[in-house]
């Protein structure tokens, strides 16, 4: 997609979150998670919701991600996990994206940032 002219993927129907992906400049986001979704496996129930920033120019200048968890099993209460476990979710993504596509993240302060978008 980004071949034929995509400046930004986000990828959907994953259920949990994926890695992240820089391609040719261009941001791709394998899947955020389901954020309000009844499940029936916990972990469809931990998620990411993702800030782009971007340029006047309309150039990426930031994206940052927050993990999200729900109160119960019907979703209906997504709340920002500021704890170990949005933490162990977040690394868990950084690593992935490091080692699969050699994307560089930095956790900090219960997010994950990313800035270099080369």
């Known amino acids: 997609m980004i071949d034929c002219g995509a400046d930004l993927i986000i990828g959907s129907h994953g259920h949990v979150p994926k890695p992240i992906e820089i391609y ?3 941001l791709i986001i394998y899947c ?3 954020l309000i979704f009844p499940f029936s496996e916990k972990a469809w129930g931990i998620n990411l919701v ?3 920033t971007l340029s006047d120019l309309g150039k990426y200048q930031e994206a940052s991600f927050y993990p999200i968890d729900s109160e119960d099993k019907n979703c209906y209460s997504p709340y920002l996990m500021k704890n170990d476990k949005g933490d ?3 690394n868990a993504i950084k690593i992935k994206s ?6 560089s993240l930095q956790l900090s ?3 994950l940032k990313l ?3 080369n």
């Open 32 to 34: 955020l998670g389901n």
């Open 88 to 90: 162990a979710l977040l």
């Open 115 to 117: 800035k270099d978008f």
């Open 24 to 26: 040719k400049g261009k």
């Open 109 to 111: 302060e219960h997010f």
């Open 50 to 52: 993702a800030k782009i």
């Open 98 to 103: 490091k080692k699969l596509f050699k994307v």
